[in-house]
């Protein structure tokens, strides 16, 4: 018999067994799926040396909040042509995103420089229209606490609600999922945990740190005492 057609058949199992070991070894590499691997917090941006998110000083109203991603909803309302009411997911899908480097300054004494990353609370307002009477807008968060600013802050800079810092998703502790940039303001007005933004006429409002003696513009450049 001739042995060439035995040895051409065994070729052929020996090929298509190891195409289909590999395909099949848990080891091997899939083409079609990219598992997301953990993000690692970086510590310069640009030349510039950022602090960690460690460097905080945990000191919240009521300790951190756990707000889920999947049942979070953050609305816009008050004096605006329309109440929103965004998913997560739809405020990073729908608003472009931006980047700076901040420095927040705690009225304890202590500061941080990170990497901030988040859409313009502008963005958001535009989107939902404010009427001719509005002149505030105040912030609130799931722990109960809220700040308020002149309408005309968050309007005329490109203030940002930040969910990323530092290359990380927002940490629980840092505000997850948002936590307000308030450049130029002492870290009491950097509400986390945003739950409700509220465009009104009320510029006498006052805040959780504001309604206890806290200064309400909160500027960095004055002192935190009215
Ligand atoms: N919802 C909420 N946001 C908050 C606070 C808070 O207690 N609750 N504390 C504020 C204060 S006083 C500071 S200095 C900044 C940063 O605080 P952290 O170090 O606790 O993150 O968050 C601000 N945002
Ligand atoms: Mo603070």
């Not at 905080?56 to 707000?67: A, H």
């Not at 006429?201 to 504001?210: P, S, T």
Request: aromatic share 16%; hydrophobic share 40%; charged share 25%.
């Amino acid at each position: 018999m001739n042995g060439r057609p035995v040895i051409f058949f065994l070729l052929i199992v020996g090929i298509g067994g190891f195409w289909l070991y590999t395909l099949l070894e848990p080891g091997s590499v899939s083409l079609d799926s990219s598992p997301t691997l953990p993000s690692v917090e970086i510590r310069n941006y640009e030349g510039e040396d950022l602090s960690s998110f460690h460097d905080f000083r945990e000191n919240s109203i009521k300790g951190p909040q756990i707000i889920q991603r999947d049942n979070y909803r953050l609305e816009v309302s008050g004096l605006v042509n329309r109440t929103i009411s965004f998913s997560y997911q739809d405020i990073i899908e729908k608003f472009p995103s931006y980047k700076k480097v901040v420095k927040l300054n705690c009225v304890e004494g202590w500061d941080v420089i990170i990497l901030w990353e988040g859409i313009l609370v502008r963005d958001l307002i535009r989107y939902a229209g404010v009427k001719p009477t509005a002149n505030t807008i105040i912030f609130y968060a799931y722990d109960g606490y809220s700040t308020s600013f002149p309408l005309s802050y968050v309007m005329d800079n490109p203030i940002m609600m930040a969910y990323r810092m530092n290359n990380l998703t927002l940490p629980i502790e840092r505000g997850f999922p948002f936590q307000l940039v308030a450049e130029d303001k002492w870290g009491y007005k950097w509400i986390k945990w945003i739950t409700r933004i509220e465009i009104s006429d009320n510029d006498k409002y006052r805040g959780y740190w504001e309604s206890r003696g806290f200064s309400q513009d909160g500027d960095l450049n004055k002192g935190f005492f009215d």
